[in-house]
Each structure stands twice: as C-alpha cells, then as structure tokens.
C-alpha cells in the first residue's frame, strides 16, 4: 500500500468515527468546570446530579490535578448549571491552616489563622495571594489540604440521604484504600478529620489523620470497583482491585509493589448494625465494569477486565451479565453483552431498561466506543440504542426518573491513534487532526421521548 493510499483510508476511518450521527437523540448540556475520567456519580435525593473523584484535568491550563481540589461537583438539572464541592477531608498540616472555595476568583485559598484577631486569616496560597488578610466565617472554612484525589472511586447514596464515597486512590498514583466516608448534601459538609499522633516506640512517632465518622472501612482495599445501593437501605461494593504492598519501615510505612490483585469479592455495608460481611462473590474477577440495581432489586453487572498480558497488550474482557440475588445470595448467568467491554458505564434508565454506554475493547490501542446497549431483564435482551455523540471510556452514568440519561466526562483520547501517528506527521500544524482528550463535556439521553 502506498503512503498516498494509507492517508485516504486513514483519512476514511477518521471521517466516519468523528461524524455526527444524524437523528441522535443525545444531545450536549453544560459541561463540568474541568475534565475528568475515572468518578463516578449519584443522584440525590434533591434530585441533583453528584460527580466526585476522577483524575481531574484542565486543559485551558494545560494541566492535571493530582489532587483533589476540584474533584467533587454538583450539577442541577433545572438551572442547567455546575457548583464545586467541599473536596474529601485529607492529610491536615494542623489546626491552624485551612482552604475555603472564593467564588470571585473561581478557585481554593490557603490561609492561616491570625494570632491577634478572630475570623482573620493570612493568605498562604497561591503565590499571587500570599500575604493577603482575609476576614472568613468558620462556615467556609475546609479541613482539606487536597491531597485525596479519589481516581477509581466509587459513591452511591444512602437511603439516608448521604452520599457514600468508598476505596479510590488515597492520592496520586495511590495502592487503594479501603476507606468510607460519607458526605451530607444538605449540609454540604464531611466528616471532620483530627491528627492523632502514634507512638511506635519509645523515640519514634508518627501523626496519622483520623477522620471522625462512624462507618467503618471496608474489609479490602478498592479501586475501579462498583457501588450500590438497594432497597432496604443496604450498601453492596462490588469487585475493583488494589495494588499489593510490602512493608518498609516496620509498622510504619508500606511501598507500592507494581502488583495488582483484581478481585470478585463482594462486601455488603448493614446501617443497622453498622457492619461490613462478605456475601457471594462473582463469578469473574473484574474492575472497570459496571453495576446497576434493577426494579427488582437485583444486582446486575456487566463487562468489565481482568488482568494485563503486557505480551499482547490486551485485558481479559468480559461480556458477560452476572444477576446478584440479595435474598438467596446467589449469582447466576443472564444473556451476554453483544461484545466484550470495560470501562463502560451503566444507568437504570426510567423504562426500567438498564443502558451500558461507552468503554473499549480489549487491545491497549482500542479506542473508546460511541455505542450504546440496552439491556432488558425482563425479556433477558439487547438491543443497540442511539450513539452518543463522542465516544467515551471511564465515563460516568446516572438517570433520571424523568427519562434522562446522562453520560458524564471520561476520555476518548486514543478514539483516532491509526491516523494521529500517520497523517499529523505530514500535515501543517493548523490542519493536523483531532487526537482525542480527557473530556468535560456532558451529553443527554431523553428516553422518555421515545
């Protein structure tokens, strides 16, 4: 094949994965203040849409938040409109110095606590500010220093009302944790987070930040796991996986082996009696699928991966449908997915159909996918629905009791990596082609249209 025949087909390949569908039904709403893949999202009780965690970008600042300032938003649907939330409570330096959100500049402030005058703080960050007195009510104050990012996070909503934020990376890069924190909306607070110092012997210590909640973790650490809430108000993590560590400095510190261990354990959280127990595991170990509680209170799960063969760059992909029984703790087999998919996400749509949207295939080099399943457990079948607009992996998905469907940020960088090699090349930089990116934008499915 000559290099002229090569750039019309790629060029061929790229027309048809970025035209529009016509006729779709999905269409754009506001996007999120910043890009993001890897959160996840809840609908509140207040009918509000909460989307936390995520690796969280900036492309207008050409930057990635390794941290989690911006990591948790709310989007009403009504005004059509985005609002920060308080980030997860981290590592506290002490109790003088604290962040709080100023709505003039759209961004966090560091400040500390004056020594002579009450509700005075000195501005400590960013560099621009330092200096800079502020007069601030105890109310705005935070006790983060946005250190928990919450990558791979998994929340869902208590029947409480709380939002419930479980495992995720502790920080960048992070093994997994196994922590559960919930979040009031209402107040729009977490819990408080103390320092408390731990003596491992006689001449060292170390401080640990203790966060004041009453929850207990989770038996396993988790990250890229699944998160849900039934009907009598019992919490089900499902899957995921963490990165095993080995111990370096004794009862102190623990490093990071590059090993993973994906995991089919499923741990179920009773608010009665406040106590995490193991039920049936799946049947596959899996992470980056995607679980939705049915109308009959069921469990269902769908696609996901499992480990890497770094040989052929592939994960082991699943299409397969797993059926959790609460009341017989029983999983059995429904009809398989048309194909293998991970990164997917899922949603219980108002039709009580349940839509799969986005992921990839197995190869590294698979881009992510527009497509849309739906699933009907009812008849035991599927169906492709209209294609999202972009194409989407490690996105986030929740519905509406109005119909809607919301397919929420995720990445399609890698969607056009046949061409980007071949044609941006040779071409000038202002006609180079469009190469994919962790995605803000938000888009919409009205089911109810139909």
Known sequence: MTFKTTIITVFIVFTFLSSGNAGTKWQY?????????GHDVALGNDGKIYVMGGAVYDHKKIRKYNDGEFSNLVFDPVKNKWRVLEPVPGWIKNR???????????????????????????????????????????????????????DGVAITFAIDGRIIWTGGNGKWAGPGEN?????????????????????????????????????????????DHEAVTLSDGKIFVLGGYYEITKEVIK??????????????????????????????????????????????????VFGGCGRYNKKTRKFTVYNTTEVYDPETDTWIYRAPMPEGLFTIAGALGADGRIYIMGGSRAH???????????????????????????????????????????????????????VKGILNTFLPQDKKLYEGQVQDTVEMLDTGSN
């Open 29 to 37: 709403v506001t996007s999120m203040p910043n890009a993001r893949y």
């Open 96 to 150: 003088n110095e604290f962040y709080y959100y100023d709505d003039t500049i759209n961004n966090w402030i560091g400040v500390k606590k004056t020594e002579d005058r009450k509700d005075f703080y000195r501005v400590t960050w960013p560099e621009k500010q330092i200096g800079r007195i502020l007069q601030i009510s105890p109310e705005e104050l935070k006790n983060t220093n946005f250190q928990r990012q919450g």
């Open 179 to 223: 922590i559960v924190l919930p979040f009031d909306p209402v107040k729009g607070k977490w819990p408080e987070t103390i320092s408390k110092r731990i003596y491992y012997s006689e001449y060292s210590y170390g401080d640990r930040t203790v966060h004041q909640t009453a929850i207990p973790s989770m038996n396993e650490r988790r990250m």
């Open 251 to 300: 009862n102190r510190q623990f490093s990071p082996t590059g090993k993973t261990e994906v995991l089919n354990s499923v741990e179920c959280y009773d608010p009665k009696t406040n106590t995490w127990e193991f039920k049936k595991p799946m049947f596959n170990k899996r992470y980056l699928f995607a679980a939705v509680v049915g109308r009959d209170n069921k469990i269902y």
């Open 364 to 418: 590294v080099d698979d881009p992510p996918l527009r497509n849309v399943f739906i699933y009907d457990p009812i008849a035991d079948s599927w169906e492709k629905g209209p294609s999202m607009n972009l194409p989407r992996s490690t996105l986030a998905a929740v519905a509406t009791p109005d119909g809607k469907i919301y397919a929420i940020g995720g990445t399609d960088a890698g969607a056009y990596n046949k």
